[in-house]
């Protein structure tokens, strides 16, 4: 067991030490351990394991005869009583000993430098690049012990103080005070730093630097470039500080440039191969976003930057955040999310690649003005576009990495801002945009997208000529609308941005994007994408809603069935006045009967899933209320992709739970890992039958925005390759 490990893992430290050669009993032992490590081919890697002396602490490989020196000369690293680096399991936290909160965090610093950059400088032929020189020379001092006669280093040692400082939030004069006291604990040549400056100067070669730029209180402008020396805004007329103070802004934005992260990408040999692994299926499957349409065109438009597989395709994401308790007053703040999409699909998305460029600060959302607090990454966007000298580890040579904007993934208010269309009203649709034919309802006064969905179908369907199987009386002979390339969307908005006159009329346009400053923006296919995750969430919650007619949450309410019988030929579903003068609401029959409603919830509470599937659901379930409290956007998409044609099977029609069935089955082709391209062409088109089978079972009030944008799902697939809902999930 660990703690008979242990034990026999602590005679490494007998029978050594600095000043004497080590005994016969310690050389047995420390050759049993390297022949137990070197015999294991998951540890070994190019004849190397990870070297547990003092000195290199897990961080570098070095073949058996260094390893053996270096233990000889500096012994083993402090607490290396359980071998995780070398086959062995991690002991529990609560074992004296172990990996408690004592020791694990005194070395985190040197592993992060080695996961960033590499164990040491490759073998050079070629000049580093200067941003690369400092920081392989900072990865360097990792090894450089404070004094002799300690192992810990000082860059190890500040890491750890500087964190100590934020997590307790020390002035620097409290800091200075704390090193002031610790040198006079240590030997006079100690190489610890003297002060804060000079601490910070130790980690200069992370190039992780972060601007603070003041901005209009009312978000109107950035005092910034042109603007930096001005007191008040030129929009608005704001003053930049607060009132009685000394020049403290009353808002400011940090930004956090992303070319030295992406630099540092390459600076590692293995993750520089990573960065050029992306190549297109050759067998017709989409696993990667190089496999679909818009990178592949844009490879085409700009041959140059595709073929150079090193430059770096990025994607964005921001929501809003309340960093505070609930109980406080309401803040959000923005932050705004960059992404490579180099990466292989195992590695895509992981929250270690996504890097946070922007903090908007609050305390509400920027709503139209996201543009303008995002300038400074549209500069910096601007610079990467014409490239920045890089050093490829793998290659060890230096090269113009350029960078590029491929598009972004939101919730849908945040879409509109990032945008510059409004996601509300009747042209709410950003794919659509002014060609749409969705109307207010009368009674519900929301918009509503029902019977919009006809004229994507085949100019032949039959669906087209039902009259009264959607709309009274109508037939759909018009056309699907053309999808605008981004020469015609811009001239669209310089007509249109500031026309207050013809908003929501004829326009949905807010404002004009940061982006559309870069040059290649207008070629993109998709500079934008719609967020599965919260339209699956939504339409779920709809589904489940409606057929268990949840008061204030369904669909179908009194206003739905008044706006029905104006709209639609169902008269068995129309309100009828019963004579006490109330108004009796039919039976749907996409409604669950009153009887069945409680066996739905209490099979939820026998559900067991394994471990990380999903949320525990049984804990939600409340069987008064015949509702699920709790579910989060995974545990949605676990339901409508796996629960739901299982718990409405026989409780509905036949044909309703034949199209839910369908729509689950659909979500559930276009989120698999691996889509095949005949498969999303066949969604394409399967996708409208879908929902106008939906038009024909539910009412009006059901179709709002969410249930429209499921049309435009699979070509967005097909642009943009496997659905990027794991960006969505680690933010």
């Known amino acids: 067991n660990q703690n ?22 310690w050389i047995e032992n420390t050759n049993r351990f390297l022949d137990h490590a070197f015999s294991m081919p998951n540890i070994v890697e190019d004849e190397t394991i990870k070297c547990p002396c003092a000195r290199c602490r897990n961080c570098v490989r070095n073949k058996r005869f260094t390893v053996e020196m270096h233990l000889c000369r500096f012994g083993f690293k402090e607490d290396y009583k359980i071998w995780t680096a070398h086959g062995e399991g991690l002991i529990d936290s609560s074992i004296e000993g172990g990996y408690g909160e004592g020791f694990g965090e005194t070395d985190r610093m040197d592993e992060m430098l080695v996961d960033l950059a590499g164990e040491h400088p490759p073998p050079i032929d070629e000049e580093p690049a200067a941003y690369a020189r400092a920081f392989y020379r900072m990865v360097e001092s990792a090894e450089q012990s404070v004094h002799e006669k300690t192992t810990h280093s000082s860059l190890s040692a500040i890491a750890r103080l500087l964190a100590l400082k934020s997590q307790y939030n020390m002035s620097i004069a409290h800091f200075e005070a704390n090193l002031e006291l610790i040198h006079e604990l240590l030997p006079p040549e100690s190489k610890l730093p003297k002060d804060f400056y000079q601490s910070k100067k130790l980690f200069e070669g992370l190039c992780m630097p972060y601007i603070k730029i003041d901005v209009c209180y009312n978000n109107c402008m950035l005092y910034y470039k042109d603007n930096e020396s001005k007191e008040k805004c030129d929009v608005c007329g704001t003053s930049r500080y607060e009132v009685g103070s000394s020049r403290v802004p009353r808002k400011v934005l940090r930004y956090l440039p992303i070319t030295n992260r992406l630099q540092r990408l390459y600076a590692h040999k293995n993750t520089a191969k990573l960065m050029q692994s992306h190549k297109p299926c050759t067998t017709g499957k989409m696993v990667h976003p190089c496999d679909g349409e818009a990178w592949q065109q844009f490879d085409r438009d700009f041959p140059d930057f595709g073929n150079d597989r090193r430059n770096v395709r990025l994607a964005f994401a921001t929501d809003g955040f309340t960093p505070f308790s609930l109980a406080a007053a309401p803040y959000s703040c923005w932050p705004v999310f960059v992404t490579p999409l180099n990466l292989p699909p195992g590695t895509l998305m992981k929250s270690e690649y996504i890097f946070l460029a922007l903090v908007v600060p609050g305390p509400e959302h920027p709503g139209k003005k996201l543009g303008i607090l995002m300038q400074p990454l549209v500069d910096e966007l601007m610079c990467l576009w014409g490239g920045v000298e890089t050093f490829d580890a793998s290659l060890k040579k230096n090269f113009n990495m350029r960078a590029a904007y491929m598009w972004s993934v939101h919730d849908f208010p945040a879409y509109g801002n990032f945008f510059g269309w409004s996601t509300h009203g009747r042209f709410a649709c950003p794919v659509c945009l002014c060609d749409s034919l969705a109307f207010t309802l009368h009674y519900g006064r929301k918009a509503c997208w029902f019977d919009c969905h006809r004229r994507f179908l085949p100019s032949d369907h039959e669906f087209r ?47 004009m994007s940061g982006l559309w400053q870069l040059p290649y923006y207008c070629k993109l296919l998709l500079p934008h994408n719609i967020d599965m995750m919260h339209n699956e969430k939504n339409l779920a919650e709809a589904v489940w809603n409606t057929c268990f007619d949840v008061t204030d949450k369904t669909k179908d309410n009194a206003k739905a069935r008044k706006d029905l019988a ?92 034949l199209c839910l069935a369908e729509l689950s089955f659909f979500y559930r082709q276009l989120c698999a890992k691996e889509l095949s391209k005949d498969t999303i062409y066949s969604l394409e088109q399967q996708v409208v039958v879908l929902v106008c089978k939906l038009e024909k079972i539910f009412p009006p009030g059901f179709f709002n925005p969410m249930q429209h944008l499921i049309i435009h799902l699979p070509r967005e697939a097909r642009l943009g390759g496997p659905v990027q809902i794991p960006l969505e999930l680690s933010i």
């Not at 069987?623 to 739901?644: A, N, T, V």
Request: aromatic share 14%.
């Open 4 to 25: 008979q490990t242990m034990e026999d893992h602590e005679r490494m430290y007998t029978g050594w030490s600095r000043t004497q050669a080590p005994s016969n009993d």
């Open 465 to 511: 000529f039902q009259a009264n199987a959607f709309r009274k009386n109508t037939v759909v002979p018009d056309e699907a609308p053309r999808h605008l390339t981004g020469e015609e969307i811009f001239a669209q908005m310089n007509r249109f941005v500031g026309d207050t006159e013809n908003y929501g009329i004829l326009h949905n346009w807010t404002h």
């Open 566 to 657: 104006e709209i639609c030929h169902r008269p068995s579903l129309h309100l009828k006045l019963k004579a006490n003068g109330k108004w009796d609401k039919p039976w749907a029959p996409y409604c669950i009967n009153k009887n069945d409603k409680p066996k739905i919830p209490k099979w939820f509470q026998t559900l067991k899933f394994p471990d990380g599937y999903a949320a525990n659901i049984r804990r939600g379930v409340n069987l008064l209320q015949k509702k699920i409290f709790g579910l989060k956007s995974h545990d949605y998409h676990i339901f409508m992709e796996r629960l739901l044609p299982v718990a409405f099977r026989g409780f509905l029609p036949e044909n309703v739970w």
